[in-house]
């Protein structure tokens, strides 16, 4: 046992020597120990400041510590901890309600989880009683997490090939490639899963065209056409899902990440064409926590209320215009690609580099496979914010320039 009390400060060097000795070991760390955040910024234990492109993987929606948030959860949390769906709950109905309203019409029940990875695994398990049929189609370079059958689903060998044999019925088509989904959809299929941005991959948008081919190759071949909107969704790119700036209808969407302000929390919502679910077929013993529900539902009237989907489409526009001008600019920049306030920047290089070099200007940002630095900044972060990480970045390329590699 320690010796530390719950009110003893730890030193930097004791939190990463614990950290060290007892985690799993699954994740590589950078040696930061962050302790307090507000809105776009975070700070180090040591004071150092950073803006926040990295939010979590996506999470920090509005930043950190909303204060409709944090007041929610305080309230909640004073009333009531947890409450299991066998029971009704009222900050449960309220974000329900609330979710109901934004989301394209018909998508009005929900299934309430805790993770991205159960969303898609509960939005496969649908599919498939729906249908009574097993097959399912998704797109190469597509992530939708590392759960057996959300990893089935997802396509980097890398995720997978440990853990041979998954899920049988699993095939993915190229991304935008309309001939094969039309030769892989059938009528044995049960669902195809798609995301409208791919994230993890590196920021892949997909064409108009090909996600309304999917929607009718679905209608015609009785499958369930899933968006899997777990990095998408809550304002990202532009319209609360991003499904309305592609105006289709999927008949089962999956969100998570910024869903509940920073809270786990995910959530499985479909329509009509679905059915009624038998009742014991699927559960979650955490889902639709009452904690959870109250920061999920500020966190949507907050996304609402402040205009921020609007906001994201905006400040992404800003953001796209500076990075091309980075990109005519150094010639290590290969493309920019993207949709609102999620954007990609793809490099003739590996980003490690990059990314340690904004973190030394004082940016955190992630990758998105070996050559982008992805940019996943906080809905509310401030247009002068946003221009300091574009300067910082330009300071980057200029401090780390792109050399011809020899022929």
């Known amino acids: 046992m320690n010796d530390k009390s719950p009110s003893t400060r730890w030193s930097r ?4 020597a ?5 985690t799993s070991g699954l994740y590589h760390k950078r040696p930061l120990v962050l302790t307090r955040g507000r809105g776009a910024l975070v700070w ?39 409450c299991h769906e066998s029971f009704f709950s009222e900050p449960r109905a309220r974000f329900l309600d609330v979710l109901a309203s ?27 009683l729906a249908t009574g049929r097993s097959k399912v189609v998704a797109t190469k370079r597509g992530f939708h997490g590392r759960t057996l059958g959300s990893l089935s689903a997802t396509w980097n060998p890398r995720y997978r090939e440990p ?27 049960a669902a195809v899963i798609l995301e409208l941005v791919q994230g993890e991959s590196g920021v892949f948008v997909a064409e ?97 209320s402040e205009g921020l989907a609007g906001r994201a489409a905006e400040m992404g526009s800003m953001l796209f215009a500076r990075f091309h001008e980075l990109a005519h600019e150094f010639r290590v ?19 490690a580099r990059y990314l340690q070099a904004l973190q030394d200007h004082g940016v955190l940002a992630l990758s998105a496979g070996p050559t982008v630095v992805r940019l996943l900044p906080p809905l509310v972060i401030e247009k002068r914010e946003l221009e300091t990480v574009c300067d910082r970045l330009a300071a980057v390329f200029r401090e780390l320039p792109y050399t011809t590699p020899a022929s």
């Open 333 to 351: 920049v290969r493309e920019v690609r993207g949709l609102g306030l999620m954007v990609g920047i793809d490099l003739k290089v590996r980003a």
């Open 18 to 22: 614990a950290e060290a000795a007892h």
């Open 44 to 82: 180090d234990m040591d004071g150092s400041e950073y803006i926040d492109c990295d939010t979590g993987h996506g999470v920090a929606i509005l930043g950190h510590c909303h204060p409709k948030v944090v007041a929610a959860v305080q309230a909640q949390v004073e009333q009531m901890i947890t």
């Open 102 to 128: 934004v989301l394209p019409q018909g998508l009005d029940r929900v299934f309430l989880c805790n993770s991205g990875t159960e969303a898609v695994e509960a939005a496969i398990k649908f599919a498939r």
């Open 13 to 16: 060097e004791g939190i990463l």
């Open 163 to 189: 853990f041979l044999p998954l899920l049988p019925g699993f095939s993915h088509i190229t991304y935008n490639n309309c001939e094969e989904a039309s030769s892989q959809v059938t009528g044995e299929t």
């Open 208 to 304: 108009p065209g090909f996600v309304r081919h999917l929607r009718q190759l679905c209608d015609e071949c009785g499958a369930m056409l899933i968006f899997d909107e777990v990095q998408t969704g809550v304002g990202r790119t532009g319209t609360f899902v991003a499904a309305q700036g592609f105006d289709v209808i999927p008949d089962i969407l999956c969100l998570a990440k910024g869903l509940a302000g920073g809270v786990p929390f995910g959530a499985t919502c479909f329509g009509p064409r679905l059915g009624e679910l038998p009742g014991g077929v699927h559960a979650s013993t955490f889902g639709g926590n009452p904690v959870a529900c109250a920061a999920a539902a500020a966190t949507i009237e907050a996304v609402v």
